[in-house]
């Protein structure tokens, strides 16, 4: 974890509302139809690793990132919702969407109630928190449910690139190495919307806030 940078971003956090809006905007990605046609299906990718099938779409303003984060999720269980819908059942704002617990309750909707909302409340993910967050990536991977993270500051994925937020969503969609790596679909990155995680990295960087597994 960048610490200077997460630091840096949390003092302009109170920009946004917890839950997570972005300082830009984002233009909506097209799946193809065979992108669209795979949306339900999981498939082993070799030993230790999973990824679900899903259908990426970028948010189309800055503070939709709760909704397209929801939509992605929802596209792995063969579920095709606008993110106007999903809004309004989150209730999200120009300011974002409020916490994990909100995605969690729309995702239980739409999904009979297979998420649960998880919280690491500290500045810093315990051993412990990474263990937890590990395991549950791989049993929602393995079962074809991604993965919804709110996170806030900036983290330093496998390639050494940073990515911050002063409040986002995100979706955990692949895993690989028993879990120890991830990877994210960013809906607020069209132009390279997917990238591997350290799952230490990411639990730091979803410190403070929940995920919804």
Known sequence: MNLSLRNSMLSVAGLVMAGGAIAGPAMAAQAT?????????????????????????????????????????????????????????????????????????VLNEYTGGKYKTTEISSDEASKEQVERLRADVKAAVDAGEPVVANILGGAVDVDGKEHSYPGHYLTVVEYKDDGNTVKISDPAAPDAPEYWMDITELANWIAGRGYSS
């Open 33 to 105: 139809p065979a992108e669209r046609a795979a949306a339900s299906v999981v498939s082993e990718q070799g030993k230790g690793a999973r990824k679900a099938g899903y259908e990426y779409e970028a948010q189309p303003n800055f503070y939709y990132c709760g909704p397209a984060s929801t939509r992605i999720a929802l596209s792995a269980d063969g579920k095709a919702v606008s993110q106007d819908e999903l809004a309004e059942k989150l209730g999200t704002t120009v300011n974002g969407t409020d916490s994990a617990i909100d995605i969690t309750r």
